[in-house]
C-alpha cells in the first residue's frame, strides 16, 4: 500500500469510534502491536527529545525503502508511534517526504501535535521527515 | 466556624470551567494555585483606576500606585512577621529570590567554604548555586533523603562544620509534600555559624512561616502558588545579610545618586529592586494574603489534611498503588505510581477526564534519582478542593489503569 492508502485505511478504522475513550484503548492497543526496535538500537543517539516519556526511534533503509521502528517508556506515546510507523514505515524517502499529514487531524490526534505539548509526536514526525531527507541524498 | 467548601469554591470562577467535557478538577496546586475573585478583581482594578509608575510621580494617581505597592509589603511584612519592611524585597519569584542570594554571595564565599542543600531541592534551588560554585570555588554537600522522603537529620548534623556557610532547605518539598524541621535546621546552622535560606514556595500556600521565631536569615516565596498572580514573590533577607550584599541588577530605582564616575546606591530595599516593578502583581499578591488570612491557615491547614488523609486512604486501596513520600509531616501532595504505568500514560488519559494532576520529575530530577524511577503522578489538593472531586479523581484513575493495563 502506498502512504495515501494506509492513510485512508486508518482514518476508516478511527472514524467507527465514537468517543475519545474508544480512540484511546485503540492506540493503547496498537501500542502493545507495535514492531519493538532492537534493543541494541535503544541508546541516546535515538532518543526523540521534547517528550516526557523515552522515546526511541531507528531507520535504516531495505532496497529503496526506510523501515522505522520505535519504542517508549509510555504506551500511549508508543500507541502515536505505532501509528505513524503503518504511515511511515516500509515508504520510499521520497514518498515520506512528499507525504501530507492531513490524516492526524482526521483521526483526532491533532491536539497531540500542539508543540508544547510534551508526548514528542511533533519531533517524531520531524525525525521521519529528517531520515528521509537525509538517505534520498544517498 | 465551619469550612464552607462550597462557598469558597464560589470565589473562584476557573473551577466552573469544563475541560475535554467534565468539570475541571485541578489537583495540580503545587504547580501554582487558582485565583480567588478578590485577586483578579484587584488587578483590573489598578489597570482601571490607578495604573501609573512608583516613586517619581508627583502627581496623584502616582502616589495612589506606590501607596498600594508600600502597602502589599506591608501586608507581606505582617504575614511573615518580619521586623522591618524593608527587608522584604520584591522579586519576580522564587527563582528570582535564589538567583539574588547566590549573586550576593558569590564575593563572600571562596574555596574553602562550603554550602549544604538538600537533595528534595527543586531544580531553581540547585542550579543557581552550582552557577554560585563555578565562579568563588565553594563546595556543595547534599544532605541526603531517608525512604521515607524525609531529610536524614543525622548526615545533616554530621555534614555541618566550621567550614559550613550557608545550608539551603525548602520548607515543603513540591515532590514530595514533605515539612522538613527547619526550625532545628535554623538553629543547628547557626550554631556553626552558617546563615540559612529556607525555600517557602512550596509552603506558603499551607503554613503561616513567622520568620522572626524561626530567626531565619534569608526566605523565599512566590505569589502564584498562594493564590496570587504569577511573576511577583519575595525574598526576606536579614538586614545584616542584605547589606553586605551587592546588588543584583542595575538600573532605575536602585540608585540615590549617578555620574558617570560613580552612582551610589539606594538603601534597602531599593537597591535590590532596579526597574519598574510588578506593581500590579504586588496589589495581587497582598490581597492574595488578606484572602487567605480571612479564611484563616489553622481551617485551610485542617481541612486540607482531611483531604489528604482522605484521599491516601483511598488511593491505596488501588492495586499497585505506590506512594513517594510517607513523612511524619507533609503537605496535601500525593506523589504516586501504579505498578508498571508510566505516569505520562497515567495524566494523559486523566486529563481526558478534565482532571489536571502533575507528571513527570517535578522539577526534582535527584529526588526521582533517589527512588530509581522516572517520574511520579503527582496530585496536590488545596482548601477549594472537595472529597466528591477526590472520588471522581479515584473512579478516573481506576478507568485509567484499566485502559492502560
Ligand atoms: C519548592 C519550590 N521551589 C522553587 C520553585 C520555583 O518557583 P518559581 O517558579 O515561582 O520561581 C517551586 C515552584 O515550582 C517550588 O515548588
Given at each position: 500500500?502506498?502512504?495515501?492508502?494506509?492513510?485512508?485505511?486508518?482514518?476508516?478504522?478511527?472514524?467507527?469510534?465514537?468517543?475519545?475513550?474508544?480512540?484511546?484503548?485503540?492506540?493503547?492497543?496498537?501500542?502493545?502491536?507495535?514492531?519493538?526496535?532492537?534493543?541494541?538500537?535503544?541508546?541516546?543517539?535515538?532518543?526523540?527529545?521534547?517528550?516526557?516519556?523515552?522515546?526511541?526511534?531507528?531507520?535504516?533503509?531495505?532496497?529503496?525503502?526506510?523501515?522505522?521502528?520505535?519504542?517508549?517508556?509510555?504506551?500511549?506515546?508508543?500507541?502515536?508511534?505505532?501509528?505513524?510507523?503503518?504511515?511511515?514505515?516500509?515508504?520510499?524517502?521520497?514518498?515520506?517526504?512528499?507525504?501530507?499529514?492531513?490524516?492526524?487531524?482526521?483521526?483526532?490526534?491533532?491536539?497531540?501535535?500542539?508543540?508544547?505539548?510534551?508526548?514528542?509526536?511533533?519531533?517524531?514526525?520531524?525525525?521521519?521527515?529528517?531520515?528521509?531527507?537525509?538517505?534520498?541524498?544517498? | 466556624?465551619?469550612?464552607?467548601?462550597?462557598?469558597?469554591?464560589?470565589?473562584?470562577?476557573?473551577?466552573?470551567?469544563?475541560?475535554?467535557?467534565?468539570?475541571?478538577?485541578?489537583?495540580?496546586?503545587?504547580?501554582?494555585?487558582?485565583?480567588?475573585?478578590?485577586?483578579?478583581?484587584?488587578?483590573?482594578?489598578?489597570?482601571?483606576?490607578?495604573?501609573?509608575?512608583?516613586?517619581?510621580?508627583?502627581?496623584?494617581?502616582?502616589?495612589?500606585?506606590?501607596?498600594?505597592?508600600?502597602?502589599?509589603?506591608?501586608?507581606?511584612?505582617?504575614?511573615?512577621?518580619?521586623?522591618?519592611?524593608?527587608?522584604i524585597i520584591l522579586t519576580s519569584g522564587?527563582?528570582?529570590?535564589?538567583?539574588?542570594?547566590?549573586?550576593?554571595?558569590?564575593?563572600?564565599?571562596?574555596?574553602?567554604?562550603?554550602?549544604?542543600?538538600?537533595?528534595?531541592?527543586?531544580?531553581?534551588?540547585?542550579?543557581?548555586?552550582?552557577?554560585?560554585?563555578?565562579?568563588?570555588?565553594?563546595?556543595?554537600?547534599?544532605?541526603?533523603?531517608?525512604?521515607?522522603?524525609?531529610?536524614?537529620?543525622?548526615?545533616?548534623?554530621?555534614?555541618?562544620?566550621?567550614?559550613?556557610?550557608?545550608?539551603?532547605?525548602?520548607?515543603?518539598?513540591?515532590?514530595?509534600?514533605?515539612?522538613?524541621?527547619?526550625?532545628?535546621?535554623?538553629?543547628?546552622?547557626?550554631?556553626?555559624?552558617?546563615?540559612?535560606?529556607?525555600?517557602?514556595?512550596?509552603?506558603?500556600?499551607?503554613?503561616?512561616?513567622?520568620?522572626?521565631?524561626?530567626?531565619?536569615?534569608?526566605?523565599?516565596?512566590?505569589?502564584?502558588?498562594?493564590?496570587?498572580?504569577?511573576?511577583?514573590?519575595?525574598?526576606?533577607?536579614?538586614?545584616?545579610?542584605?547589606?553586605?550584599?551587592?546588588?543584583?541588577?542595575?538600573?532605575?530605582?536602585?540608585?540615590?545618586?549617578?555620574?558617570?564616575?560613580?552612582?551610589?546606591?539606594?538603601?534597602?530595599?531599593?537597591?535590590?529592586?532596579?526597574?519598574?516593578?510588578?506593581?500590579?502583581?504586588?496589589?495581587?499578591?497582598?490581597?492574595?494574603?488578606?484572602?487567605?488570612?480571612?479564611?484563616?491557615?489553622?481551617?485551610?491547614?485542617?481541612?486540607?489534611?482531611?483531604?489528604?488523609?482522605?484521599?491516601?486512604?483511598?488511593?491505596?486501596?488501588?492495586?499497585?498503588?505506590?506512594?513517594?513520600?510517607?513523612?511524619?509531616?507533609?503537605?496535601?501532595?500525593?506523589?504516586?505510581?501504579?505498578?508498571?504505568?508510566?505516569?505520562?500514560?497515567?495524566?494523559?488519559?486523566?486529563?481526558?477526564?478534565?482532571?489536571?494532576?502533575?507528571?513527570?520529575?517535578?522539577?526534582?530530577?535527584?529526588?526521582?534519582?533517589?527512588?530509581?524511577?522516572?517520574?511520579?503522578?503527582?496530585?496536590?489538593?488545596?482548601?477549594?478542593?472537595?472529597?466528591?472531586?477526590?472520588?471522581?479523581?479515584?473512579?478516573?484513575?481506576e478507568r485509567a489503569v484499566a485502559m492502560?493495563?
Amino acid at each position: 500500500m502506498n502512504i495515501i492508502e494506509v492513510q485512508n485505511e486508518i482514518v476508516e478504522e478511527f472514524s467507527l469510534f465514537e468517543d475519545w475513550m474508544q480512540r484511546y484503548e485503540y492506540m493503547i492497543e496498537l501500542g502493545k502491536s507495535i514492531e519493538l526496535i532492537d534493543p541494541s538500537n535503544k541508546v541516546d543517539s535515538n532518543l526523540i527529545k521534547g517528550c516526557q516519556s523515552k522515546l526511541w526511534l531507528h531507520a535504516e533503509l531495505n532496497d529503496d525503502k526506510l523501515i522505522f521502528k520505535a519504542d517508549s517508556e509510555a504506551i500511549i506515546t508508543k500507541g502515536i508511534a505505532a501509528v505513524l510507523l503503518r504511515v511511515f514505515s516500509n515508504q520510499t524517502p521520497k514518498n515520506i517526504i512528499e507525504a501530507n499529514l492531513e490524516f492526524i487531524d482526521k483521526i483526532g490526534l491533532k491536539e497531540h501535535l500542539s508543540p508544547t505539548r510534551a508526548n514528542g509526536l511533533l519531533s517524531m514526525i520531524k525525525q521521519i521527515k529528517y531520515y528521509a531527507l537525509a538517505f534520498n541524498k544517498n | 466556624m465551619a469550612f464552607d467548601v462550597n462557598k469558597i469554591r464560589e470565589d473562584f470562577p476557573i473551577l466552573k470551567r469544563k475541560v475535554n467535557g467534565y468539570p475541571l478538577v485541578y489537583f495540580d496546586n503545587a504547580a501554582t494555585s487558582q485565583k480567588p475573585s478578590k485577586v483578579i478583581d484587584s488587578i483590573v482594578d489598578y489597570y482601571s483606576n490607578y495604573n501609573s509608575n512608583i516613586h517619581r510621580g508627583v502627581h496623584s494617581i502616582s502616589q495612589e500606585a506606590t501607596d498600594a505597592y508600600e502597602d502589599a509589603r506591608k501586608k507581606i511584612q505582617e504575614h511573615f512577621n518580619v521586623k522591618d519592611s524593608n527587608e522584604i524585597i520584591l522579586t519576580s519569584g522564587t527563582t528570582h529570590s535564589i538567583n539574588l542570594v547566590a549573586n550576593g554571595f558569590t564575593n563572600l564565599l571562596s574555596k574553602d567554604d562550603e554550602i549544604l542543600i538538600s537533595e528534595l531541592e527543586h531544580h531553581s534551588n540547585i542550579v543557581p548555586w552550582q552557577m554560585m560554585c563555578e565562579k568563588n570555588g565553594a563546595k556543595i554537600k547534599v544532605i541526603p533523603l531517608t525512604s521515607k522522603g524525609e531529610l536524614n537529620y543525622d548526615s545533616f548534623l554530621n555534614l555541618l562544620s566550621k567550614k559550613t556557610k550557608l545550608v539551603f532547605v525548602n520548607h515543603v518539598s513540591n515532590a514530595l509534600g514533605t515539612i522538613n524541621p527547619i526550625k532545628s535546621i535554623i538553629s543547628k546552622a547557626h550554631e556553626f555559624g552558617a546563615a540559612v535560606l529556607i525555600d517557602g514556595a512550596q509552603a506558603s500556600s499551607h503554613i503561616k512561616a513567622d520568620l522572626q521565631e524561626l530567626n531565619v536569615d534569608f526566605y523565599t516565596t512566590s505569589a502564584h502558588k498562594l493564590c496570587g498572580p504569577t511573576g511577583i514573590g519575595m525574598l526576606f533577607g536579614k538586614k545584616e545579610w542584605l547589606n553586605k550584599m551587592p546588588p543584583y541588577q542595575g538600573g532605575g530605582e536602585m540608585i540615590s545618586e549617578v555620574t558617570f564616575e560613580k552612582t551610589t546606591y539606594a538603601g534597602l530595599p531599593h537597591k535590590f529592586e532596579a526597574g519598574t516593578p510588578n506593581i500590579v502583581g504586588a496589589i495581587g499578591f497582598g490581597m492574595a494574603l488578606d484572602y487567605l488570612n480571612n479564611l484563616g491557615f489553622d481551617s485551610i491547614e485542617f481541612y486540607e489534611t482531611e483531604l489528604l488523609n482522605y484521599a491516601t486512604n483511598k488511593l491505596k486501596e488501588i492495586p499497585g498503588f505506590k506512594m513517594y513520600g510517607e513523612a511524619k509531616h507533609k503537605t496535601s501532595v500525593i506523589s504516586f505510581n501504579i505498578g508498571e504505568l508510566h505516569s505520562y500514560d497515567i495524566g494523559t488519559i486523566l486529563d481526558k477526564f478534565g482532571i489536571a494532576v502533575r507528571t513527570g520529575q517535578h522539577c526534582a530530577q535527584p529526588v526521582m534519582d533517589y527512588f530509581g524511577i522516572s517520574g511520579t503522578v503527582r496530585a496536590s489538593f488545596s482548601f477549594y478542593n472537595t472529597k466528591e472531586e477526590i472520588d471522581y479523581f479515584c473512579k478516573s484513575l481506576e478507568r485509567a489503569v484499566a485502559m492502560l493495563s
